[in-house]
């Protein structure tokens, strides 16, 4: 079966007719879905019979043959109520996927019915709002840029590039997908995971069962729409499963990794991961097993990072590509010139960049000291530039390999697996940008720019800011306390409204992203309008009730002696503050709600964070509890 079926259209092998000819040959192709990516990066599905696709073929490019509501994606404040025509405009310029419905066979070819993924722009008012088009823009905007810098200002230390034979701008652009995998009834047990976790017996370890026969299926699935993976592989979360009487694998709780190579095209990157989780889920789901791509599904351990691989490369008119943030000399210098500003701009700009990066509480869960997630500012180049080092505490490291300059690049740790990647993409290009305008224009050698990034937090700069320190090649984590790390590089944001003060309190650095009316104003507005709706609402709806509800677990149990009893007071007088309301005094839970409802985010953010430390401290205080209670 698996040779009858098309897996993808390739970008630019086939033209109209070549891809109408394509789908005759495959009836079991069933629907055409135009795929739109609104600012919260939910894409649009439909089913739109393939008949219709093939009669209006022309009209899925010109915007003229899907439209949807607007009002139903997330545009918050651009597609309203009564301006909510969003038209659909197909894109050529990348792979479209076959999906297909392996639980409903085509009566007529025996196979599984199939639905065309067509990725798309969406357009509202004459203007594409969509992340696809703002990635696709900003790319744009950047490499005429860069292009004009280059070719008007002498770059230092760059002197043997040829810069005017540049004929385009190429942006590298991959990213990593970290998810976890279980057996639905399976109930975790953070103690176990926390455990396993601390001894890595899980990192790297072989995989069993219908979790090895689902990764091989996943691998093999992805080779066929084109993805090249690079592998498959345990992560550090997870547990040891068991086997059943009949020698199956239940009991599955495990973290998994899956790396394919990176695009040349950033769309094509943020096209890959979403058709690669779409992929996961139905292989994972048909072996058995769910799986989460939440940024931190279980508390206390290991959560899933996708970490995103940024880069930047000139082909020339004669077909040659170079690094443009490689040195001419990898032995001797860390970066190029541009690499320097590349990553300058990145970082001091980076307080506008994290609220499209991180932009949930589900997020910031994962983001915390001790779990080898980033939470501070920080670069990693290495110690010298003939021994790199990977630097697993910072922001952002350089990767880069002495004998292959092409693959000089950055990588940023701090996207989880529902990270908006084109949004996130456009603004570490748009960043970069203004660090390399820097760089270029200042005259400095890159010496000069290495000392300027190497800062110490007193020192002052011409272009990064004075009171913080960008670069450590030490473990962020264990070599300073909290105090001192907030000293060095700033105190992070704990909370999504912390995130969007911040970046508030920063307007030039939004002004960044806001410059060549790419990623404009109003979208700036409305993607933050969008993330503070979901966070007020996720807490009041999800995170609180799941709060007051595992407060009603934690039970008076028979007191053994007055240890116990001891304990037991302390739980209760934590419990009533978190969630009881007495005469005069109302508990954490309604101080938060009411606080949401006020509008009142300052104090709902610390309420938040209070309410977050008492009930993970509680958790544990009646694990001890009650473990400390024998039953006759």
């Known amino acids: 079966m698996a040779d009858e079926l098309l897996y993808y259209i390739p970008a630019g092998q086939y033209g109209k007719e070549g891809v109408l000819s394509l789908l005759a040959q495959h009836p079991e192709i069933k629907f055409v879905s135009v795929v739109g990516i609104d600012l919260a990066g939910n894409d649009t599905d439909e089913k739109i019979p393939i008949r219709i696709f093939k009669e209006n073929y022309d009209d899925f490019f010109a915007g003229r043959a899907v439209q949807t509501d607007g009002s139903s994606v997330v545009l918050m404040n651009i597609a309203t109520l009564n301006d909510a025509r969003v038209d659909m405009v197909t894109d050529s310029s990348v792979n479209w996927y076959i999906d297909y419905n392996y639980e409903n066979l085509d009566e007529e070819t025996g196979l599984p019915t199939g639905t065309l993924r067509i990725p798309a722009f969406l357009l509202h008012n004459d203007r594409f709002v969509d992340s696809r088009a703002i990635l696709k823009k900003s790319c744009d905007y950047v490499a005429a840029e860069l292009k004009k810098l280059l070719t008007t200002h002498p770059v230092k230390g760059m002197e043997n590039v040829p810069f005017h034979e540049i004929q ?195 997020a910031f869960n994962r983001l915390k000291p001790g779990f080898e997630a980033p939470v501070c500012i920080v670069t990693s180049l290495g110690h010298t530039p003939d021994v790199p080092s990977r630097n697993r505490t910072i922001l952002i490291g350089l990767i880069r390999d002495i004998d292959n300059p092409k693959a000089t690049r950055f990588e940023l740790r701090a996207p989880n697996p529902f990270t908006n990647t084109y949004l996130a993409a456009s603004c570490l290009y748009l960043t970069a940008l203004d660090g390399i305008r820097y760089a270029i224009t200042s ?182 509890y009650r473990n400390n209670i024998l039953d006759d």
């Open 168 to 362: 385009d701008i190429i942006f590298t652009t991959g990213t990593e997908l970290e998810f976890w995998v279980k057996t639905p009834s399976e109930k975790h047990s953070v103690p176990n995971l926390s455990i396993s976790q601390k001894l890595q017996e899980q990192y790297w370890q072989r995989m069993r069962g219908n979790v090895r026969t689902a990764m091989e299926q996943t691998v093999d699935a992805l080779e066929k729409r084109g993805m090249l993976v690079e592998m498959g592989h345990k992560e550090v979360g997870g547990i040891k499963p068991h086997v059943d009487d009949n020698g199956h694998i239940v009991d599955v709780a495990e973290q998994l990794e899956l790396d394919w190579r990176f695009s040349d095209n950033p769309l094509q990157a943020g096209d890959n991961e979403l058709e690669a989780r779409i992929v996961v889920r139905e292989i994972f789901r048909k072996n058995g097993l769910d799986v989460s791509f939440r940024a931190k599904p279980i508390i206390g351990v290991a959560g899933s990072g996708e970490h995103t691989h940024v880069g930047i490369v000139a082909r020339l008119k004669n077909g040659k590509t170079i690094n443009l943030l490689a040195p001419e000399d990898m032995k001797a210098d860390f970066l190029s010139t541009i690499g320097y500003g590349f990553i300058m701009g990145i970082l001091k700009n980076y307080e506008a960049t994290n609220p499209f990066v991180s932009s949930t509480t589900d």
């Open 443 to 624: 005259g400095k050698t890159p010496a000069e720019l290495l000392a300027e990034l190497s800062k110490k937090p007193e020192d002052k700069a011409d272009y990064l800011e004075e009171g913080r320190a960008y670069r450590c090649e030490e473990n962020v984590f264990e070599d300073f306390t909290d105090e001192e790390r907030d000293a060095e590089f700033g105190k992070p944001p704990a909370t999504v409204w912390e995130n969007v003060k911040i970046m508030r309190a920063n307007p030039d650095k939004v002004k960044v992203l806001t410059a060549g009316d790419t990623l404009t104003a109003d979208i700036v507005d409305s993607f933050v309008a969008s993330i503070l709706y979901r966070w007020s609402n996720e807490l009041e709806d999800r995170i609180i009730p799941a709060v007051e509800a595992k407060l009603r677990i934690f039970k008076h149990l028979e007191d053994d002696d007055d240890l116990d009893k001891k304990r037991w007071k302390a739980i209760k007088a934590v419990r009533i503050e978190l969630g009881k309301d007495k005469e005069g005094k109302k508990s954490i839970c309604t101080r938060l709600k009411d606080a949401l409802e006020a509008r009142d985010y300052d104090t709902a953010s610390a309420l938040q964070l209070e309410m977050t430390r008492k009930i993970e401290a509680l958790e544990v205080a009646y694990r001890e």
